[in-house]
Every structure is written in structure tokens, then in C-alpha cells.
């Protein structure tokens, strides 16, 4: 099952993982036209490639462990850290310990339903 839109009760047992990329798989948790919240799954290895977008981001580590690139700076995070990323800064991740991040995002990211 999919998530829509305004959906008020969001069960994550029943949503569908997508895949978004080697080694990792998204789940759009809930969102509105002006917020999302998106589960990604990582893979050990697994690598979220350097991008940019039109949105606020701040992605929260529920477990794991990650390598992250937000602009100039270069990281290591793990489970209860917390990162900013507002529209338009480069930022990427490498997974060095199996994981799962927590994203959301202001306004919605369409590209992902």
C-alpha cells in the first residue's frame, strides 16, 4: 500500500518500501502539501549520493551508523543525531553501520509520490 496524501492514520506495517537505490529502500511515512516524513533504510555500504533540492531537510538517525556530507563538512552520525539541511545545499550520506534514517521534509517532496 501507498501513502496519500492528508492521510490522518498511517499504519507502517502496511506501507510499501520503495527502492531508492543499491542498498536502500524508502517509505513515505505521511505528508501534506507542506510537510513529509520519510523512512530510508540503509544497507552497510549502502550510499546516499551527493544532491541537492528545493527543500528544508532535516533527517534524524534513528540507528546506525553514517557518514554525512552537508556542504563543505564531512561527519559521522548515529542513532538520536539530528542534521539540518535547508534547500539547495549539497549533501550525501555512505552507511558504515546497517541503519535507519528519519527525513522530513518542508514542503513535501512530489518527486516521491
Not at 58 to 76: A, H, L, P, Q
Request: aromatic fraction near 8%; hydrophobic fraction near 35%; charge should be negative.
Amino acid at each position: 500500500m501507498k501513502t496519500t496524501k492528508d492521510q490522518i492514520w498511517v499504519h507502517g506495517i502496511e506501507i510499501d518500501k520503495t527502492p531508492a537505490g543499491d542498498g536502500v529502500e524508502r517509505i513515505v511515512k505521511s505528508y501534506t502539501d507542506e510537510l513529509m516524513v520519510v523512512e530510508n533504510h540503509f544497507k552497510k555500504g549502502a550510499v546516499g549520493a551527493l544532491h541537492s533540492h528545493p527543500h528544508t531537510q532535516i533527517t534524524y538517525v534513528v540507528s546506525g551508523k553514517f557518514e554525512f556530507s552537508i556542504g563543505d563538512e564531512k561527519r559521522i552520525v548515529e542513532a538520536s543525531d539530528t542534521m539540518l539541511k535547508k534547500d539547495g545545499i549539497i549533501h550525501g550520506c555512505t552507511c558504515l553501520e546497517e541503519g535507519i534514517l528519519l527525513d522530513i521534509f518542508s514542503p513535501m517532496r512530489e518527486d516521491f509520490v
